[in-house]
């Protein structure tokens, strides 16, 4: 697993407050980890703060799955 | 008439998070001040508070047990502390469980003095520091003062009226009364209400310090600085926690079996009109607004065996309540016993009213009323009225009275008895 993962996963489990096993790559914040739009919201601004990346309104609206997130983050980070 | 009734109980105070345990340790005497261990505090003017103590101290909070780990996440100390309190009075009554029906007549008033305030500060600071884009997106919901009745609806799905009072610190009193209304008003069968306050934070302390409403003469011995009567008193000390109560219409809790604590009987309110942070000189606000609460009881000074009074141990304050009392009580004030529990919990500010009530609806039950801490010597106008001193005293308990009064000149007072058919 890459340390892009391993650190979007551990943001994840932080602020859903979920199980760090349902964090699979395929699992949908809102259908299987039980967010909501603002909490999507959130995690973005996690993810941007945690990467230094800036994730724009249009890219943040696509991030539906853990790996969205993983794959965004990986091809933006300087 | 529809009549309303207690039937659950739920607090969250500095010296507990289950009524059992506070109200035993209020009869013990012990106090929940100390030193502010929240922040850093050296700065401040006043450095003591009352706090809730964390999950691994002998009477701590553990917010884990009732509010949702996303939540707690999300929202100021005062919704947590609201939503656990909620919780207590919810099960205490048995109704974790409504059916639809039900839950359709039943709400929520559950109001706040300040608020978010802790959140305010802090994502004041994020702004500042990192710009609009950082600001966290439950900003807004995690600090409405109406959140707590919110979270709490949603959560138990109480679909009744949603409400909350924000009057400072008759904010519990009002609540409870308001939220009466409702039920004698057939709005509702059933109510949570009562009032919460989390704003032991820099800007909380500073503002009420630079408001020269805080003690600071005993930064160094904090389980003796809130003082009231005494005459060495300086100020109140921050409390926070929350008390909830669950009202039901009289019927309706009969009807399921309900254990019943006592009945909501009388409820006063008025305005100062004199000053924003300074009571009226000649108490008259105070005055009224226990003697609309008397009157609506249906009962005469005579009545009344204890007073829990709003006493926060400011200067100004504790003899002009005290006053008014007198007044008020005539030769009946001989054979009321009139105690402060803000010398043992502190200032709960919004929260007071409805924690001070449970602990009226507690003094029925007991037949016994707590003390007033640290009363050693009584000032000039204290004299005559047997304030409780230092210890619980044990005493017929018919019927009790609860003052609130707050910032603006906003004054409630509740009266509760025990349940004759």
Redesign the interface.
């Known amino acids: 697993m890459s340390d892009t993962a391993d650190r979007v996963k551990k943001i994840v489990v932080e602020?859903?407050?979920v199980e760090a096993d349902k964090v699979t790559e395929e699992a949908s914040f809102i259908d299987d980890l039980?967010a909501d739009s603002?909490?999507i919201?959130?995690l973005v601004?996690a993810f941007e703060?945690e990467f230094g990346v800036e994730i724009p309104d249009d890219a943040a609206e696509k991030i539906s799955t853990v790996q969205d997130a993983i794959k965004f983050i990986d091809e933006n980070k300087g | 008439m529809r009549r309303v009734v207690v039937t659950g109980l739920g607090l969250v105070t500095p010296l507990g998070a289950e009524v059992e345990t506070v109200w035993k340790n209020l009869l013990a005497g012990k106090s929940g001040a100390g030193p502010i261990t929240r922040f850093d505090a050296s700065d401040q003017k006043c450095r003591i508070a009352c706090e809730v103590k964390p999950a691994d101290h002998e009477y701590g909070f553990d917010p884990n047990k009732r509010v949702d780990h996303k939540v707690q996440r999300q929202v100021d100390p005062f919704i947590i502390f609201g939503i656990d309190a909620a919780g207590q009075a919810i099960e205490d009554a048995g109704l974790e469980d409504m059916p639809e029906a039900m839950r359709f007549r039943a709400g929520c008033s559950i109001g706040s003095g300040i608020g978010g305030l802790p959140g305010i500060e802090s994502e004041s600071l994020v702004l500042a520091a990192k710009g609009p884009s950082r600001v966290s997106p439950h900003f807004v919901h995690g600090r409405l003062i109406n959140l707590i009745s919110g979270q709490v609806s949603i959560k138990y799905g109480l679909m009744g009226p949603n409400h909350a009072v924000v009057t400072a610190c008759s904010t519990g009193a009002h609540s409870i009364g308001d939220a009466a209304r409702m039920i004698r008003d057939d709005d509702a069968d059933i109510m949570l209400a009562g009032g919460a306050e989390g704003t032991i934070c820099p800007i909380g302390i500073a503002g009420f310090a630079q408001a020269r409403a805080l003690s600071t003469s005993f930064n160094d011995d904090p389980t003796k600085a809130s003082r009231p009567y005494d005459v060495a008193r300086d100020g109140f000390v921050m409390g926070e926690g929350a008390g909830v109560v669950v009202l039901e219409e009289y019927e309706h809790a009969k009807a399921r079996g309900a254990k019943i604590y006592a009945e909501v009987v009388g409820y006063g309110l008025s305005g100062d009109a004199y000053h924003v942070t300074a009571p009226h000189p000649e108490g008259s606000g105070a005055f009224r607004s226990m003697q609309m609460a008397l009157k609506k009881a249906g009962m005469t000074p005579d009545d009344i065996d204890y007073v829990n009074a709003h006493g926060t141990s400011t200067p100004l304050g504790d003899e002009l309540e005290l006053g008014a009392v007198r007044r008020l009580f005539g030769d009946a004030i001989n054979d009321v016993s009139m105690s402060s529990t803000k010398s043992a919990i502190g200032h709960l500010l919004g929260g007071a009213g409805a924690v001070e009530t449970i602990f009226c609806i507690l003094a029925l039950r007991d037949q016994i009323v707590p003390p007033t801490l640290n009363l050693d010597n009584p000032s000039e106008g204290c004299v005559g009225v047997d304030l409780v001193p230092h210890t619980a005293k044990k005493r017929r308990v018919r019927a009790a009275l609860n003052n609130s009064f707050g910032f603006g000149g906003t004054n409630a007072s509740l009266v509760v008895k025990l349940v004759e058919d």
């Open positions: 602020h859903l407050g039980g603002l909490d919201v959130e601004m703060e």
